[in-house]
C-alpha cells in the first residue's frame, strides 16, 4: 500500500510538472489561440457564402433560356 502512495505521489508530481512546462513553452495565450480559431470559423464562414454565391449564379445562368440566334445574312 505504501508503494501504491509513493507511485500515485510521484505520478501526481510529474504531472504537474508537465503541466507546468507546457504552460510556459506554450507560445501564444488561450485567449490568443480562441482568438485566432473564432476569426479561422468567420473566414471559413465567409469563404463558404461566396462559393454557395457563385455557384447560385452558375445555375441560374444554365437555367436561363438561351437567346434565339440571330441569323446573319
Known amino acids: ?8 505521489i510521484v505520478f501526481a508530481a510529474g504531472a ?12 501564444k495565450t488561450g485567449e490568443e489561440v480562441r ?10 464562414k465567409k469563404r463558404a457564402q461566396d462559393y454557395c454565391e457563385q455557384v447560385k449564379k452558375e445555375i441560374e445562368e444554365a437555367q436561363a433560356p438561351a437567346e434565339p440566334a440571330t441569323e446573319e445574312a
Open 1 to 8: 500500500m505504501k508503494d501504491l502512495i509513493k507511485t500515485t
Open 35 to 44: 482568438n485566432r480559431l473564432h476569426d479561422l470559423a468567420e473566414d471559413a
Open 16 to 27: 504537474a510538472v508537465g503541466a507546468a512546462v507546457a504552460m510556459l513553452l506554450t507560445p
